[in-house]
């Protein structure tokens, strides 16, 4: 499986500059990376605070101990 080059930290970071009202065209010169990774990120993680992050990876990570 590929790693992911953001964490979660750094593109819950890379959101709250966007709803700050950054362009995204600057942010993804910035951070490097394409538009679609950021819309993509947006209809994922939109909305959630850090806790609820951690919250949909720990259930993630146990619907694929239990499968």
């Known amino acids: 499986m590929k790693k992911n080059k ?3 930290v750094q593109i ?3 959101l709250k500059q966007a709803e700050s009202g950054v362009p995204v065209s600057d942010l993804c ?3 490097g990376m ?3 990774s950021f ?3 947006r209809g994922k993680y939109g909305g959630m605070d ?3 992050m951690s919250e949909m ?3 993630a990570e ?3 101990r239990l499968k």
């Open 34 to 36: 394409s538009a679609a």
């Open 62 to 64: 146990e619907n694929r």
């Open 39 to 41: 819309y993509k990120w």
């Open 50 to 52: 850090a806790s609820m």
């Open 6 to 8: 953001f964490s979660e």
């Open 12 to 14: 819950f970071k890379i």
């Open 57 to 59: 990876k720990a259930l």
């Open 29 to 31: 010169r910035e951070h």
